[in-house]
């Protein structure tokens, strides 16, 4: 039933592509519009950001249709500036008007939208969220890379990438490459990868300032200053937020700040430099039970009212790039990462706080190359690209009271090469492979008691050592200079994170995945894009943990459809909508992936109504689940479908915008994960209001 449901999505989108969009009347179009595309942090300023020694304009100018666009250049994909039509997967970009004009007031408000995405919370907002492309459901959070400006910000255990400590208002834009990415980015690049790429200084002496209040007592303040003398540019920002949460003991506190300088020593040299501290303090509420879900008092209650943690992030990096004019392009990229965490959970009035905190210490240094050449054969653009990363974490987890301690330490090693071939005029070939080398140390430490006395004894360590390969085979073809259609084969892998080998089965292995997709892309003139991809994904040996961490025995398949569209029909108003179908399951069982939707989808508008009037509206729907921990799906009940909708006016004067908005506006009850009938509810309708005062 379900293949033939998926055949026959994938037959009427087929359908619907030819006949609406595979016209004669754009084929013959002498001069189309330039596909949309992906760029790198270091083009971000200049693609997306305004000229900044004039006025600003962009906030009182009517919506620009020609933000459709064809050739402008990526970077998330390969590492490399590439347009998206050169690109053999579905790619998304959300730039930064598209984020100011967002209904939502975090970063998973705003990837929550996207096709394919669905987001699992346990706070009710970024802290510890998790971002879930193509169904890998509960182990999302190792499964899809998360950078920052090119940079890997997954931990190295399970808790997932640290989203919370990146401020919406500092993000330029967030380009979505979906499926596999192994071959330029390794471990863990399976459902896809997601670039944040944070803003850059202007070209002017710049500030904003920027003050929010909204529900549950949620207040947010922050300041940026940017100054560029000459070569060298200097960006600060600074902010916090205190919120007492949705939920009893669902308090959310942070702080955080930034400082950026770049220095351009010639037109081929340029140096940049990146430091940022975030601090945070929360409260652990706990999961509901399936009696008290459902009401709208006993579902903010919990049973853990002492229970909070805290974080501590330092984060460094350094950046060269290299012009080598006819012999190419070099990268390189050096980053740190310290984070210290501690929490508690089961908090007892019997036991001295200071001994019942658990805590972790994660210390990460990565190192970036790439180097990139351009050549013609045959009269025909070619490319080769070459690219080496290493990364080393230090891990230490410490339960208290009585243990137990786990020391890890863990290095990767990869290497990897791209070709892309112009086999003819309109198609081109893309290949990539790398060779991936991992090493680990894992220890478990115990308190045993002697002479009335505990003391830490170390276990005995285990190592682990593998090499990884993967492959991509990818194609891009434009039947016409608005239609192209792309195809891709690709593998992945997955190497156990350091929670997984703590508590883990006897003979706990890296997963392996192939992937294929197929696509097209059309543009309407400036007035409409559409993005179609149908996927197949098998993996084999895939991670989980019911009650310790082992591989599943039978392979999973993930197939889907998912559609993207986006509709100007006049100069002020832009409809977008998308839908994703995923078919997640068992080869053999025949049983569903829990916490994997079978639809999914959104909508929404932005419509100037005068030049200083805007309003946003989005909706989006998530289809049932099975249970976190249902993987026979017949032991707890479903998860329940939601549809959540936002609204958000803004009003803008001079140098100020006003704006109010509501998440969750028909007062939605819903969940995004639940184990074993426990569920984390989410907020019901939140009312923000606010003001950005921005200077030139």
């Known amino acids: 039933m379900k293949n033939k449901l998926l055949n026959n999505i994938i037959r009427w989108t087929a359908f619907f592509f030819v006949l609406f969009f595979y016209t004669p009347a754009f084929a013959d179009n002498e001069n189309p519009p330039a596909p949309e595309s992906v760029i790198s942090e270091t083009e971000a300023s200049d693609v ?17 249709p020609n933000t459709i666009q064809l050739d402008a250049i990526v970077v998330t994909a390969g590492k490399r500036k590439e347009p998206v039509s050169d690109i053999p997967a579905h790619v998304t970009i959300i730039d930064s008007q598209d984020i100011q004009a967002a209904a939502g007031t975090s970063i998973t408000d705003v990837l929550a939208r996207e096709a394919g995405i669905t987001i699992r919370s346990t706070f009710g907002n970024d802290k510890q969220a998790v971002v879930d492309l193509r169904g890998m459901g509960d182990t999302a959070a190792s499964n899809v890379v998360v950078m920052v400006d090119g940079l890997v910000l997954n ?3 399970q808790s997932g990438p640290s989203l919370s400590s990146i401020p919406l208002e500092q993000i330029s834009r967030i380009e979505i490459v979906r499926g596999a990415g192994s071959v330029v980015y390794g471990s863990g690049a399976v459902g896809g990868v997601i670039n944040i790429i944070t803003k850059k200084a202007g070209d002017a002496p710049a500030a904003e300032v920027y003050s929010s209040y909204g529900s549950h007592k949620t207040y947010e303040n922050r300041l940026s200053l940017d100054r560029r003398i000459k070569n060298a540019a200097v960006n600060l920002n600074a902010g916090w937020q205190d919120s007492d949460g949705y939920r009893d003991n669902g308090f959310f506190r942070k702080k955080d700040v930034t400082a950026k300088a770049g220095y351009d020593f010639t037109d081929r040299f340029s140096v940049n430099l990146y430091g940022a501290y975030y601090e945070d303090e929360y409260g652990l509420p706990g999961p509901v039970s399936r009696e008290d879900i459902d009401s709208t008092s006993r579902r903010k209650k919990t049973n853990y009212p002492e229970d909070d943690g805290e974080t501590q992030e330092a984060k460094a990096r350094l950046e060269l790039d290299i012009d080598l004019d006819k012999w190419g392009a070099l990268s390189v990229k050096r980053g740190y990462l310290s984070r210290e965490n501690r929490y508690i959970m089961g908090f007892s009035p019997q036991i001295p706080r200071s001994d ?26 070619q490319m080769i690209q070459m690219g080496l990363d290493h990364y080393e974490t230090e891990y230490y987890r410490e339960s208290r009271p009585d243990g137990p301690r786990e020391n890890s330490e863990t290095e990767s090693t990869g ?4 070709n892309q071939w112009a086999v003819f005029q309109d198609v081109k070939l893309n290949a990539g492979a790398r060779y991936n080398h991992y090493k680990g140390r894992f220890r478990t430490d115990e308190r045993k008691l002697f002479d009335d006395k505990k003391y830490w004894v170390n276990g005995a360590a285990d190592s682990s050592d593998w090499d990884n390969p993967a492959y991509a085979l990818g194609m891009t073809w434009a039947l016409t200079p608005a239609t192209s259609i792309f195809t891709s084969f690709a593998t992945s892998f997955r190497i156990p994170n350091v929670d997984e080998f703590a508590e883990c089965e006897d003979g706990l292995e890296p997963q392996e995945g192939r992937h294929m997709e197929i696509g097209a892309r059309h543009w309407m003139g400036p007035f409409l894009s559409f993005t179609v991809s149908v996927f197949d994904i098998r993996i084999d040996d895939e991670i989980y943990y019911s009650d310790i961490n082992r591989n599943y025995d039978d392979t999973t398949i993930r197939q889907g459809v998912e559609w993207d569209i986006t509709v100007y029909p006049h100069d002020d108003l832009r409809l977008w909508g998308n839908y994703t179908y995923t078919d997640a399951e068992f080869d053999r069982q025949n049983t569903t992936v829990p916490l994997v939707p079978a639809h999914s989808a959104s909508a929404g508008l932005h419509w100037r109504i005068v030049p200083a009037l805007s309003l946003a509206l989005s909706g989006t729907y998530t289809g049932s689940r099975y249970d976190g ?4 799906n017949n032991r707890y009940a479903k998860l329940e479908d939601y549809f959540v909708c936002s609204g958000k006016l803004s009003y803008e004067y001079k140098h100020f915008t006003v704006f109010a908005g509501v998440h969750n506006l028909f007062n939605e009850l819903y969940e995004t994960s639940g184990y074993s009938e426990q569920y984390y509810p989410m907020p019901e309708q939140t009312i923000y209001g606010g003001i950005r005062w921005t200077y030139f």
């Open 629 to 632: 921990n249902d993987t026979d």
């Open 356 to 381: 019942q905190e658990d805590k972790i210490d994660e210390d990460t240094r990565q190192l970036d190359l790439s180097y990139v050449k351009y050549y013609s054969m045959g009269g025909m653009p």
């Open 415 to 418: 290497v990897f090469i791209n």
């Open 155 to 157: 931990s190295p255990d």
């Open 48 to 64: 997306i950001q305004p000229d900044t020694t004039q006025p600003d304009t962009t906030q009182t100018d009517a919506i620009q």
